[in-house]
């Protein structure tokens, strides 16, 4: 029995019938904004928490060397890979005491236009190596246009230690910008290659890799 019952009990029965009566419009009225407001804020709270991770995480669509790989707005191949020692472009010849790895690709994409990230490298122990900023970008595939259901091929460079290439996958995902997007779509090939092939590859590097037309 609750307190407002216990005094109807004593009291007269038009006081009671008083005190026995239900909330009012305005009061249901008010606890109603009060619950929108508090379902409201635990919602943005939970956005919040989101922002600080899941909600800017990408779509992951894994594949390998060879394989076409549709991450739904756009496609991607990894056609072939080689390792050099230096990467001349008309007069300028680059070298570098690690190893530059050439990627090349072929990609389209669904419905609109798009330019590609310059990728990452991801190796087997988790370290993340950016595409070389040593190689213009002019020379890379993230200058070019990804257009609709036309196949478009190009290359990035990368420079990373010889011992980082076994077990390495290469993440390609689409330019930002300036606008963050949630859930944007991402391809991460995986290399193939084991201990074996990594030491093969590093112990037979092109001495020059060109970039110009031939």
Request: no cysteine; charged share 25%.
């Amino acid at each position: 029995m609750t307190a407002t019952q216990q005094r109807s009990t004593v009291a007269p029965r038009r006081r009671g019938r008083r005190a026995g009566r239900g909330p009012g419009i305005g009061t249901r009225l008010l606890s109603g904004v009060v619950g929108l407001v508090l379902l409201g804020g635990a919602a943005w709270l939970q956005t919040l928490h989101m922002a600080e991770g899941e909600i800017t995480d990408p779509i992951t669509y894994t594949g390998a060397k060879g394989e076409m790989v549709d991450a739904r707005r756009f496609s991607l191949r990894l056609d072939s890979f080689t390792a050099a020692k230096s990467i001349q472009s008309g007069s300028k010849t680059i070298g570098t005491d690690n190893l530059f790895l050439v990627v090349n690709v072929t990609a389209k994409s669904s419905l609109k236009p798009y330019h590609l990230e310059q990728p990452e490298l991801l190796t087997a122990d988790g370290k993340r190596f950016d595409a070389t900023d040593r190689v213009s970008n002019d020379l890379t595939m993230a200058m070019s246009w990804v257009q609709p259901d036309i196949w478009k091929s190009g290359r990035f460079f990368f420079e990373v230690p010889s011992s980082e290439l076994a077990g390495a996958h290469v993440v390609f995902g689409l330019n930002k910008g300036f606008v963050v997007e949630p859930y944007q779509p991402e391809v991460e090939v995986d290399l193939g290659l084991d201990d074996e092939g990594a030491r093969k590859l590093a112990a037979s590097p092109q001495d020059v890799y060109s970039t110009d037309k031939k």
